[in-house]
């Protein structure tokens, strides 16, 4: 029997997912889920700090990880040109800072600010040039941690739509994390914590918010952390990124969300064929395309 509407919710990289197919019999769409969560789960442990088995952890650990697969390689290699694209505001080695403020908070989110000598020890660690890559393995130096976050949500949303993609399907929706559309029908997509509606068809769009994730209860430190300052930035409430890949939406839009107003439209613009919606800390919203 044909469903108009199949709709399956779940998490990715402790995000929550969704995928929407449109028009498909119901067996098919539950064949399609079936396979969609088995390559999350398999992306998820190469690239989930959550997992202590995950590759990214391994690597974290033990700062080497041998034979690396063909994923960790490919989000690392392009995660490494974003932060040099975008003057190291885009930063995958930030994760002893983040750890640094997680532990502080953690114990009361509106106590004091953390110690400057501490923050100042974990920037030392947060030196993407120090990351080796290469086919056999990938190392960094002890102290140091990885996070893929701001860019692994958007590439796995890339891998299901391909996936989707080889089976024919069109008229889909998919949600981890990040959004994108297969070709076909147009959709609205609402920017969160906001009215403002996207309409999206064959793209990706990707959110950066404080808000996200925040340490503080006062919203000051939150995870988009400025690894010059160590500071978390608060020029913008979100920055949202529209693009052929939710990769690079995802990528750019934490770029950005991290270098703050003065560098916007600067990296933007390294980033061509994105269109970048800032919705200002004073309110509104501020729109380019590059």
């Known amino acids: 029997s044909v469903q108009s509407r199949h709709e399956w919710t779940g998490t990715a990289l402790g995000a929550e997912g969704r995928l929407i197919f449109q028009g498909l019999d119901n067996r098919k769409a539950d064949r399609l889920t079936g396979l969609a969560i088995a390559e999350i789960d398999r992306l998820e442990k190469v690239f989930s700090l959550y997992r ?3 590759q990214i952890s391994r690597l974290n650990r033990d700062a080497r990880l ?3 697969s063909h994923d960790l390689q490919v989000v690392l290699a392009i995660a490494l040109d974003v932060w040099r694209r975008s003057n190291g505001a885009f930063n995958p080695a930030i994760q002893p800072l983040w750890q640094v403020l997680a532990r502080h908070f953690a114990v009361k989110a509106d106590r004091a600010d953390p110690d400057l000598g501490q923050i100042s020890a974990a920037l030392n660690l947060c030196k993407p040039d120090q990351i080796l890559l290469n086919h056999d393995v990938i190392m960094i130096k002890p102290g140091m941690a990885l996070t893929l976050n701001g860019i692994a949500q958007g590439y796995i949303t890339d891998q299901i739509v391909a996936l989707l993609r080889r089976h024919g399907l069109s008229n889909t929706l998919v949600q981890l994390g990040e959004t994108r559309a297969l070709p076909g029908r147009s959709w609205q ?3 969160a914590g906001t009215e403002r509606l996207i309409n999206l068809t064959n793209g990706a769009v990707a959110t950066s918010a404080g808000s996200g994730t925040k340490f503080s209860d006062d919203g000051r430190w939150h995870h988009l952390i400025d690894p010059e300052s160590g ?3 608060r020029d913008f409430s979100s920055v949202t990124v529209c693009a052929s890949s939710a990769l690079i939406a995802d990528a750019v839009s934490t770029a950005l969300a991290v270098a ?3 560098s916007t439209a600067r990296i933007a613009r390294r980033f061509p064929g994105a269109r970048v ?3 200002r ?3 509104g919203f501020a729109e380019f395309s590059t």
Do not use: F, M, W, Y
Request: net charge neutral; proline share 10%; glycine share 10%.
């Open 260 to 262: 703050g107003r003065d």
């Open 281 to 283: 800390a004073t309110g």
């Open 66 to 68: 041998e034979h690396p």
């Open 231 to 233: 500071r978390s930035c």
């Open 189 to 191: 997509v609402q920017i």
């Open 277 to 279: 919606l800032v919705r």
């Open 52 to 54: 202590p088995d995950s």
